[in-house]
């Protein structure tokens, strides 16, 4: 009914999309007398610094987790009240003597308004760079004049004059559409926006196509799901016996514990799907019913698609059925060396269903041996030069060499060891092997590093703080700024 549709239809609006269409609202919703209401000089000036950060922080979400992981509603609510805590900042200071209180606007505008929406750490850390690069008195050098952005077709500065007017006048200048890097960002970030754009696009039409038998003399539906569902049952592996591997381990060490609470997750996965294919191909032949499950499994396996039922028991990963399955292959392969041979001298930490607790293990039973105190104890990293897990030719005494991680938003300079741009067209890219040391927390001195947070796939973190593993330190020749706003992160699977 028409009444019921007009009661339930909601307007939402949204803000607009670039940095052109997002000033130009702002300043149209500001009256002229804002500008010349407060008595202090800069007022104008700091306010456009004010609108175009607000509209930084709004055309970062568009490049999804490389922007920001978790996408964050800023709106004209948290422009109004930054504006008015900047008036009411500056009169006060010029009660005093005259001086911009930088830091206490840093901390209210980047902590408390915006970096109060931002739920993430790394995501703070990106608002806090922001007020870092654009708040201080050398936007207001005269011999080193300041810019947002500037390349060879633009460049976003600072407009000289102080009325409302002449804002919207430069504000009509500047492009309708911009490059990432506008906002720190590299240009690849474009890349990975359409990219994922297509991703969802191609989802959305494999959920839309038919799932009725075919009948033009093809194979039927439930002919190729068979298929599919006998070819998986054909690579499951037997059950681990957990009970004579853990009198074969002998001494319980904390990474022994590890492997063996592994193992029993590794189980429950090999025998749900086992369940589920066998169930499946008695239910095609009419032997059972079809329930909601098994239905939900044929739909995912006629999609090449990862059914929900195996999912929850498995890793966090991105990956189609076809690689998914190479990928579990692979994890009982590691599983069943480190039963046979001992603990892998290089670990692939993406086999494991999680592999922050592997860490832990590290840490634990070095503090054991050395009699650190646990919690005045970290880890610290480094990148080999090793690129290949064959190159390592022994084990290390305390903590562990890493393979199988994924940069993205940079690139690794093997002789030089240390993070340079990214290359044109490459996205992610593999890290040589990481090395991981236990250490204590008051000897680790670590001077030109980046703090690279590591993330089990390309989803990053969400909002309930899943995702995160650790954190790794790599060296750099450039401030740690500039990899912030690119969204440098290390992955463990890629997609």
């Known amino acids: 009914p028409d009444g019921i549709f007009k009661r339930s239809f909601k307007v939402v609006p949204e803000p607009p999309n670039g940095l052109k269409l997002n000033l130009r609202q702002t300043y149209t919703k500001i009256p002229s007398n804002v500008l010349t209401d407060c008595t202090h000089d800069a007022f104008p ?76 750490n790394f995501d703070r850390r990106i608002i806090n760079t922001y007020m870092d690069e654009y708040m201080g008195d050398f936007i207001f050098d005269s011999f080193q004049p300041f810019f947002f952005y500037k390349d060879k077709t633009v460049a976003y500065n600072i407009p000289k004059e102080k009325q409302r007017d002449k804002f919207m006048e430069y504000i009509e200048k500047l492009p309708l559409s911009n490059t990432p890097r ?68 002998g001494e319980i060490t904390p990474t022994t514990v590890v492997l063996l609470q592994e193992l029993e997750r590794f189980n429950a996965l090999i025998a749900k799907m086992k369940l589920s294919v066998v169930t499946l191909q008695r239910a095609l032949a009419g032997e059972v019913g079809m329930s909601a499950e098994l239905d939900e499994v044929a739909k995912a396996l006629f999609n090449g698609q990862i059914p929900n039922a195996w999912r929850r028991l498995a890793p966090d990963t991105l990956k189609s059925l076809g690689n998914w399955i190479a990928h579990f292959t692979r994890r009982f392969n590691q599983y069943s060396t480190w039963i046979e041979k001992g603990e892998p001298a290089v670990m692939w930490l993406s086999g494991l269903h999680i ?47 890493v393979e199988g991680l994924y940069l993205e938003g940079a690139s690794w300079d093997l002789e030089e060891a240390c993070l340079r741009k990214s290359k044109p067209k490459v996205l992610i890219e593999d890290l040589p092997i990481l090395k991981i040391i236990p250490i204590e927390s008051h000897r680790l001195k670590l001077q030109n590093t980046f703090r690279t947070p590591v993330y089990t796939t390309s989803e990053r973190r969400n909002a309930m703080g899943v995702g995160l593993v650790f954190e790794a330190d790599l060296s750099t020749t450039d401030h740690s700024s500039h990899w912030v706003l690119q969204g440098v992160a290390l992955m463990l699977n890629a997609d």
């Open 45 to 120: 000036e700091l306010l456009f610094v004010l609108s175009f950060f607000h509209a930084v922080v709004q055309e970062r979400r568009k490049y999804g987790k490389i922007g920001w992981n978790i996408p964050y509603d800023f709106n004209e609510s948290d422009l109004r009240v930054c504006m008015e805590l900047l008036k009411t900042y500056l009169e006060k200071s010029m009660e005093v003597d005259g001086k911009i209180p930088w830091s206490s606007l840093k901390y209210l505008i980047g902590e408390v308004m915006y970096g109060g929406r931002a739920i993430d």
């Open 182 to 249: 506008v906002f720190g960002l590299h240009s690849n970030a474009e890349i990975g926006y359409f990219t994922n754009a297509a991703k969802d696009m191609w989802s959305y039409m494999i959920e839309l196509q038919p799932q009725t038998s075919s009948s033009d003399g093809g194979i039927s539906r439930e002919q190729y799901i068979e298929k599919v569902a006998v070819d998986i049952e054909e690579k499951l592996p037997v059950l681990f016996e957990l009970d004579r591997i853990r009198k074969q381990l």
């Open 355 to 401: 592999p922050e607790s592997y860490l832990t293990a590290l840490v634990q039973a070095t503090c054991r041996r050395n009699g650190w105190p646990l919690d005045k104890s970290t880890l610290y990293t480094t990148v080999t030069k090793h690129t290949k897990r064959e190159s390592v030719r022994e084990k290390l005494h305390s903590g562990c060499y």
